[in-house]
């Protein structure tokens, strides 16, 4: 084959066309819309007891949800939620990174008889005028001994709406050491 002077063999136009193919295919894939990490989850949490949750604004008109049966892992033999004796004493937010970014300080108090380890924190944030903007979790891979205390300094929490002035975070879930 002959182009504009140049001999090409069919094992040289083999080499010239697929990484072309290659190149349209990933470019092709890389266009396709998807679900961003950034899109906010919009549904109320659902905490251990079985009851539709917003940590914010609570209200009586909310639906309950069926009862959730805990795993063997959070409940002591007695019965009781490990998350019943643990709770947030007091929390703080600010802005992180361009202000996108949700940076929370709490102190986790634990009042059972036994340590706890990985507590899922549960944030929900709101505007000003106090309507619900989003929800975020993580859960804190560190023990809190018994009867104590533990306070965590600018824990990132994840990205939020820029709108966002309020912030209230409540202890979700915990496993008993």
């Not at 975020?136 to 300094?153: E, F, G, H, L, Q």
Request: proline share 6%; net charge positive; charged share 20%.
């Amino acid at each position: 084959m002959r182009i504009a002077g140049w001999s090409i063999g069919s094992s040289q136009v083999r080499l010239l066309v697929l990484p072309g193919i290659a190149i349209l295919g990933c470019a092709t894939w890389m266009m396709l819309p998807g679900r961003s990490d950034a899109e906010g989850q919009s549904a109320p949490s659902v905490s251990r007891a079985g009851s539709t949750t917003d940590p914010i604004s609570a209200s009586p008109e909310q639906p309950t949800a069926p009862a959730v049966a805990a795993p063997p892992a959070d409940t002591t033999p007695a019965g009781k939620p490990v998350i019943d004796g643990l709770r947030i004493s007091s929390q703080s937010w600010r802005r992180g990174g361009l202000g996108a970014k949700a940076l929370v300080t709490f102190t986790l108090r634990n009042a059972n008889d036994y340590a706890v380890k990985d507590v899922e924190i549960a944030c929900a944030f709101a505007r000003r005028d106090g309507s619900h903007l989003t929800d975020r979790r993580r859960v804190i891979a560190d023990t809190v001994n018994m009867k104590s205390r533990k306070t965590y300094s600018a824990v990132l929490i994840g990205f939020v709406n820029v709108n966002a002035n309020k912030a209230k975070c409540s202890a979700v879930a915990a496993s008993r050491i």
